[in-house]
């Protein structure tokens, strides 16, 4: 029997598939694309400011622009208020040209390039410092204005971690801000945390509580703090994830791939999205004392955060026109018109689990004829150019010009490693609003 991971009901994915809109532009396009739900990521930031202002904590919110390359985010960042989080000078232009203010950037990543940090510093924005190196050309910059910056501190219980500054560094680096006086404002302290525990997160957000009083004897500002993103999203039902990681062998796979389950997204998660910073907020760092919300108010802490994959979740998908298809001893190959490149989970030798569904004009044999299994294989030459390795359980057997639809892949899956092999075009995204209560939705190129 064929395992499968169908996503929570989405009424709005519902509804684009029986529109017709979603063939309409795989014709009009000529090739897959992304559709882009960008009401989806208003409602996920002002869950994250709700979480924030229920727990009577000053903070702000960041969308982790690496998680998805498209501008109408960016837009909706700029609208709305919230700031935008990047790693690179391309990232830091790109939202300064949508409208995105420099004082509501933070600059994350290790061993910034120098013109990052000069437009950086000179535009206001928040820079997380990740090494004394990186604070010393900081020093140096000459700038209109004092460099803001947080000082990255280095994980205990992530050891082998390459981000950030150890107990040593991270005195030196308190010294040298407090020697440098106007010439830089020290405002508090970030860190990089791999995995999705929200107490493991208020743990440490509680030691960087104690280091802004630390620093505020020094005479430094530190008056906030950054916990970055790790706030999971809930792709699946909790039983068919459980079952999913029970039963799955190498079986289910093209060619017998063997994946084990910690090889995968935790693709359900109890807690989830904004329920996930109000979990850190109530959680009481180290396991005792006050929560970290009471924390922070006694301190007068701001928390910063993040988020990238959680201010995404259901707020896109991506779309494949069919091939062709191959039948195998027992199973099929369904070849679409892209590759795996524009699914990232193969970047981290994994799959992107959650089924895509068969969007075809012919209806399932009602007498219970047993489903048609095959992988998903992308039109390139390489023989491991596969979007999804599992044998896919469809309705019916799918033929050229049906479209495959996979579900919310806003998050990470989109661009991260797109590319044009083979002189393929990158799959273009569609930004797709709803502009009046009549429930018809209109759509446009993102840029």
């Given at each position: 029997m064929a395992l499968t991971l169908p996503v929570h009901?989405?009424?709005?994915?519902?509804?684009?598939?029986?529109?017709?809109l979603l063939k309409e532009l795989a014709h009009g396009l000529g090739g897959p694309f992304h559709y882009l739900l960008p009401h989806r990521f208003d409602t996920s930031l002002a869950a994250f400011h709700s979480a924030l202002a229920d727990a009577g904590v000053e903070g702000r919110v960041y969308y982790?622009?690496?998680?998805?390359?498209?501008?109408?985010?960016?837009?909706?960042?700029?609208?709305?208020?919230?700031?935008?989080?990047?790693?690179?000078?391309?990232?830091?232009?790109?939202?300064?040209?949508?409208?995105?203010?420099?004082?509501?950037l933070v600059v994350t990543g290790p061993a910034k390039a120098d013109a990052l940090l000069r437009v950086a510093a000179q535009q206001g924005a928040l820079i997380a410092v990740d090494a004394l190196d990186e604070l010393d050309r900081v020093l140096t910059l000459t700038v209109h204005r004092p460099p803001r910056v947080?000082?990255?501190?280095?994980?205990?219980?992530?050891?082998?971690?390459?981000?950030?500054?150890?107990?040593?560094?991270?005195?030196?680096?308190?010294?040298?801000?407090?020697?440098?006086?106007?010439?830089?404002?020290?405002?508090?302290?970030?860190?990089?945390?791999?995995?999705?525990?929200?107490?493991?997160?208020?743990?440490?957000?509680?030691?960087?509580?104690?280091?802004?009083?630390?620093?505020?004897?020094?005479?430094?500002?530190?008056?906030?703090?950054?916990?970055?993103?790790?706030?999971?999203?809930?792709?699946?039902?909790?039983?068919?994830?459980?079952?999913?990681?029970?039963?799955?062998?190498p079986g289910d796979y093209h060619a017998g791939k063997t994946f084990t389950n910690s090889d995968f997204y935790p693709y359900h998660s109890p807690v989830a999205g904004a329920d996930a910073l109000r979990a850190v907020l109530t959680a009481r760092p180290s396991g005792n004392g006050p929560s970290l919300a009471e924390q922070l108010r006694q301190a007068g802490v701001m928390l910063l955060l993040e988020p990238g994959r959680a201010l995404l979740d259901r707020a896109g998908a991506s779309v494949f026109t069919v091939q062709g298809v191959k039948d195998r001893d027992g199973y099929g190959i369904v070849t679409v018109d892209g590759t795996s490149l524009s699914l990232s989970e193969q970047w981290f030798n994994s799959e992107y689990l959650p089924d895509p569904r068969l969007l075809t004009d012919r209806i399932a044999d009602p007498h219970g004829a047993m489903p048609y299994r095959a992988c998903v294989a992308g039109a390139s030459c390489l023989d491991?150019?596969?979007?999804?390795?599992?044998?896919?359980?469809?309705?019916?057997?799918?033929?050229?010009?049906?479209?495959?639809?996979?579900?919310?892949?806003?998050?990470?899956?989109?661009?991260?490693?797109?590319?044009?092999?083979?002189?393929?075009?990158?799959?273009?995204?569609?930004?797709?609003?709803?502009?009046?209560?009549?429930g018809r939705p209109r759509w446009r190129l993102d840029r």
């Amino acid at each position: 029997m064929a395992l499968t991971l169908p996503v929570h009901p989405d009424p709005i994915d519902d509804g684009l598939r029986t529109s017709g809109l979603l063939k309409e532009l795989a014709h009009g396009l000529g090739g897959p694309f992304h559709y882009l739900l960008p009401h989806r990521f208003d409602t996920s930031l002002a869950a994250f400011h709700s979480a924030l202002a229920d727990a009577g904590v000053e903070g702000r919110v960041y969308y982790g622009k690496k998680a998805n390359k498209a501008a109408v985010f960016i837009d909706r960042c700029a609208a709305l208020g919230g700031g935008v989080d990047v790693a690179s000078l391309g990232e830091l232009r790109e939202a300064l040209g949508h409208g995105v203010r420099g004082e509501d950037l933070v600059v994350t990543g290790p061993a910034k390039a120098d013109a990052l940090l000069r437009v950086a510093a000179q535009q206001g924005a928040l820079i997380a410092v990740d090494a004394l190196d990186e604070l010393d050309r900081v020093l140096t910059l000459t700038v209109h204005r004092p460099p803001r910056v947080l000082l990255r501190v280095h994980p205990p219980a992530q050891p082998e971690s390459r981000f950030g500054l150890n107990d040593e560094d991270l005195d030196e680096a308190m010294r040298g801000c407090a020697q440098a006086g106007d010439r830089i404002r020290m405002e508090g302290f970030s860190f990089h945390l791999s995995g999705y525990d929200p107490q493991q997160r208020a743990d440490l957000a509680g030691d960087l509580v104690d280091l802004c009083l630390k620093a505020r004897v020094l005479g430094l500002q530190a008056d906030r703090i950054s916990i970055g993103g790790g706030f999971a999203v809930d792709y699946v039902p909790k039983d068919a994830w459980e079952t999913f990681q029970q039963e799955q062998h190498p079986g289910d796979y093209h060619a017998g791939k063997t994946f084990t389950n910690s090889d995968f997204y935790p693709y359900h998660s109890p807690v989830a999205g904004a329920d996930a910073l109000r979990a850190v907020l109530t959680a009481r760092p180290s396991g005792n004392g006050p929560s970290l919300a009471e924390q922070l108010r006694q301190a007068g802490v701001m928390l910063l955060l993040e988020p990238g994959r959680a201010l995404l979740d259901r707020a896109g998908a991506s779309v494949f026109t069919v091939q062709g298809v191959k039948d195998r001893d027992g199973y099929g190959i369904v070849t679409v018109d892209g590759t795996s490149l524009s699914l990232s989970e193969q970047w981290f030798n994994s799959e992107y689990l959650p089924d895509p569904r068969l969007l075809t004009d012919r209806i399932a044999d009602p007498h219970g004829a047993m489903p048609y299994r095959a992988c998903v294989a992308g039109a390139s030459c390489l023989d491991s150019d596969l979007l999804t390795w599992r044998k896919i359980a469809f309705p019916v057997r799918p033929q050229a010009g049906d479209l495959l639809v996979y579900p919310n892949t806003a998050g990470y899956q989109m661009d991260s490693n797109e590319s044009s092999f083979h002189e393929l075009p990158l799959p273009p995204k569609v930004v797709i609003d709803y502009p009046d209560d009549t429930g018809r939705p209109r759509w446009r190129l993102d840029r």
